[in-house]
């Protein structure tokens, strides 16, 4: 098993020069560049870039759906780090290969998408704030487009991610967090909504949405930062502190990876938490989600 492990370890390495587990990934608006960045690296130096996306050098992308990727939000590592899923709050979305740097799949769910994730059966869902919905694109094997749609209206959707252990979509919008069970079917894909879950303040104005599934709680920005357990249904202040566009939680050792606006709602710095660490990118970037390369 050490042997397979090893084996694995030094064929990422060989693929992209240097593992891209626990890095930092990240979207820069100003570019529309998704970046893996060298959490050990000068960030004003081209060689702390790991790893990088541009629609522009896509070949999935046709030109004239170029601009539904000019301002890339969601950033969120999925398949055991094999692919990578964006959004962008100008209506596109992609998911993309880790080895080929290219996309394997869009779609356009409009209405300002600000998150993603994607389900076992490989269909991905969306929440678009402007839209009010959260969308389902179910794929087949090869499709580069989707197969079938499901929009369900949530108001404010901001923030989605599957919960494997329950079976379960959370999202949180402007008022609530909600659970919705997805039915497995690619020809008539659809989400219903199970329980919903109001939060104070209200209304809240949910943003930023990440599942701790040892913990089993739901962390979550808005006009406060709340920690939610998703096995009593109860919830409590995490943090004072709003205008959080982003928290990634590394997994081994807890640091608390964060967006913080300083201007608008971008930055060109990420920083933890405690303050005691930051990254800035160079050129006046516009860094919008950043979340620790983790599965």
Known sequence: MKRLVLAVVLCMISLYGKDLRNQILCSNQKTRDVLV??????????????????????????????????????????????????TSS???????????????????????????????????????????????????????????????????????VWDKLLGLVWAVGKEAVICCRYNFDKEDPQLTIVESFPL??????????????????????????????????????????KSVKSISIHPETGEQLVQIPKENYWNDTVTLLNGDRKWTLPDNAKIYKARWFSY
């Open 37 to 86: 960045m060298d959490v050990d690296g000068d960030w004003s130096k081209p060689e702390s870039i790991l790893w990088k996306w541009n629609p522009e050098g896509d070949p999935n992308i046709p030109p004239e759906r170029l601009k539904a990727f000019n301002h890339m939000d969601e950033t969120k590592v999925v398949n055991s780090g094999k692919q990578i899923l964006v």
């Open 90 to 160: 100008t209506g596109g979305m992609a998911l993309l290969d880790v080895e080929t740097k290219q996309s394997i799949f869009a779609a356009y769910p409009g209405g300002s998408p600000h998150s993603a994730d994607l389900l076992p059966d490989g269909t991905i869902v969306t929440a678009s704030s402007a839209g009010n919905k959260l969308m389902l694109f179910s794929r087949r094997d090869g499709d580069k487009a989707p197969y079938k749609t499901f929009t369900l209206t949530f108001a404010d959707a901001h923030g989605v």
């Open 200 to 241: 104070m303040p209200n209304p809240y104005w949910g943003h930023d949405l990440i599942l701790l599934e040892k913990e089993r709680k739901l962390l979550m920005t808005g006009r406060t930062m709340i920690e939610f357990d998703t096995m009593t249904g109860k919830s409590r202040q995490f943090l004072k502190r």
